[in-house]
């Protein structure tokens, strides 16, 4: 099984839709988790960690299901400029900083 | 703050030659630098970490002879792809993490992309 996993996608969706990104990890000692974003040749850019309890960031909500390991990622009224690969990120183990990247799920937004 | 810049952004290079890639923070102490590789289509994969005026870590399956890791200052680290084949071509990405910016945050350099002939 791999250490995260995504669907690859690729999600193409209408501008103002509401798009949804899963991701499942492996390792049950993963502390933090994130989702970044990366533009075609570009580096990953941090769009924000997620937490237990659920957060929010604008458009954004990220969920963490420790139970299921399990980490989405909502994006609301989608944007033209959110077409991009979302990465789930997670810590490699208990008190460890190393992350582990998905493969990405690719969203396009078509006007 | 907490900038991280990579030279060169890009390089092409003949097969059997070297080439140093330059990791460097620019408003803060990196204390650790990560060095990851990707490939088209696939995900960040970790190569090695290292620790300011230590040895680098190796991931499993990744030459520590073939990819040299110098991180002698708080601000540079330094990646050599030596005797560089076809098959290293790649997206080289560094970040860093220190003790004066966002604990546990890694903040990535723009990239290099490698492409051997």
């Known amino acids: 099984r791999k250490e995260v996993e995504q669907d690859p996608g690729p999600f193409n969706v209408p501008e103002g839709a509401t798009v949804a990104f899963n991701c499942t990890y492996s390792?049950?000692?993963?502390?933090?988790f994130f989702w970044y974003r990366q533009d075609c040749r570009k580096e990953p850019k941090l769009l924000m960690s997620?937490?237990?309890s659920g957060n929010e960031d604008g458009r954004f909500t990220a969920q963490l299901n420790r139970a299921s390991q399990y980490i989405s990622l909502l994006i609301r009224d989608s944007k033209l400029s959110d077409s991009a690969t979302y990465l789930c990120?997670?810590?490699?183990?208990?008190?460890?900083?190393?992350?582990?990247f998905g493969k990405g799920t690719k969203l396009s937004v078509i006007p | 703050g907490a900038v991280v810049s990579q030279h060169p952004s890009r390089v092409i290079c003949k097969s059997g030659t070297s080439v140093k890639i330059e990791c460097r923070s620019l408003d803060f102490q990196a204390t650790t630098m990560f060095w990851y590789r990707q490939f088209p289509k696939q995900s960040l994969m970790l190569m090695a970490t290292?620790?300011?005026?230590?040895?680098?870590?190796?991931e499993q399956g990744v030459e520590k002879d073939k990819f040299l890791i110098n991180h002698a200052s708080l601000t540079l680290s330094t990646l050599t792809v030596t005797s560089a084949h076809p098959e290293d071509s790649s997206f080289y990405i560094c970040?860093?993490?220190?003790?004066?910016?966002?604990?546990?945050?890694?903040?990535f350099g723009p990239g290099t992309r490698l492409t051997v002939l």
């Open positions: 990120v997670v810590t490699s183990g208990a008190g460890s900083y190393q992350l582990t």
């Open positions: 997620v937490y237990s």
């Open positions: 290292s620790n300011e005026g230590s040895k680098a870590t190796y």
């Open positions: 970040s860093a993490s220190g003790w004066d910016v966002v604990k546990d945050t890694q903040y």
């Open positions: 390792n049950s000692a993963s502390q933090s």
